[in-house]
């Protein structure tokens, strides 16, 4: 079980869009829709922001969207905002009751 | 609102077994519903999925932590606990506790986390 492939670092300006992407396999990502994404603030609790590749949790601006094409997840985050700067993870769900994450991308907003 | 909170020694010296456990409120680990998990953030390479518990008794674990990892619960103070043996410089993180669900496949409320550092 590895870890899922992230980009260690994205950046944009406000208003502007990024995306992040999650490489795993055809054993996690390439097998599963049960990709989600996590934002990370400094000293806080992760927030869940996608689950099942694409769909966003009650409270999650539209800005944050989800999408999978084989073995890659992307998050795309629009209308960048200044509280948009913290961690991104993927993780997905890799078979036999098990679990794996991606590596973490650090997004900072300009 | 469901909330987790981790407790234990933030140092722990190599070669032995760090211990940690996770008070929850609005919540129950005897639920049925919910996996009561461990993860942890090791420093500059990600989140780690550690294990889960399920109904007081159904427990999976990272294959690679599986050798020196318990996950227990405790039904009747509601809180899970984590025990890591033979810890090394390697397991200095983040230990993060979390409710996962099993039918939607994600992690929906997060402890803040509590940093253990193995000390040689």
């Known amino acids: 079980q590895s870890a899922l492939t992230q980009p260690h670092s994205v950046s944009g300006s406000p208003g502007q869009s990024v995306t992040i992407s999650c490489t795993g396999t055809n054993r996690d990502v390439g097998d599963y829709n049960y990709v989600s994404w996590y934002q990370h603030h400094p000293d806080k609790a992760p927030k869940l922001i996608i689950f099942d590749v694409s769909r966003r949790p009650s409270g999650v601006p539209d800005r944050f969207s989800g999408s999978k094409s084989g073995n890659t997840a992307s998050l795309t985050i629009s209308g960048l905002q200044a509280e948009d700067q913290a961690h991104y993870y993927c993780?997905?769900?890799?078979?036999?009751?098990?679990?794996?994450f991606g590596g973490g991308t650090k997004l900072t907003v300009l | 609102q469901v909330q987790l909170q981790e407790s234990g020694p933030g140092l722990v010296k190599a070669s032995q077994t760090l211990s940690l456990t996770c008070a929850v409120s609005g919540g129950s680990v005897n639920s049925g519903t919910y996996y009561w998990s461990w993860i942890r953030q090791l420093p500059g390479k990600g989140l780690e999925w550690i294990g889960y518990i399920y109904n007081s008794g159904r427990i999976y674990y990272n294959p690679s932590l599986k050798s020196r990892v318990t996950v227990s619960a405790d039904t009747s103070e509601n809180l899970f606990s984590l025990k890591m043996t033979s810890v090394t410089a390697a397991d200095t993180s983040v230990y993060f506790c979390?409710?996962?669900?099993?039918?939607?496949?994600?992690?929906?409320?997060w402890g803040q986390g509590t940093l253990v550092t193995v000390s040689s």
């Open positions: 979390a409710r996962f669900s099993p039918d939607l496949y994600f992690f929906d409320y």
């Open positions: 993780c997905s769900y890799a078979g036999a009751y098990t679990m794996v």
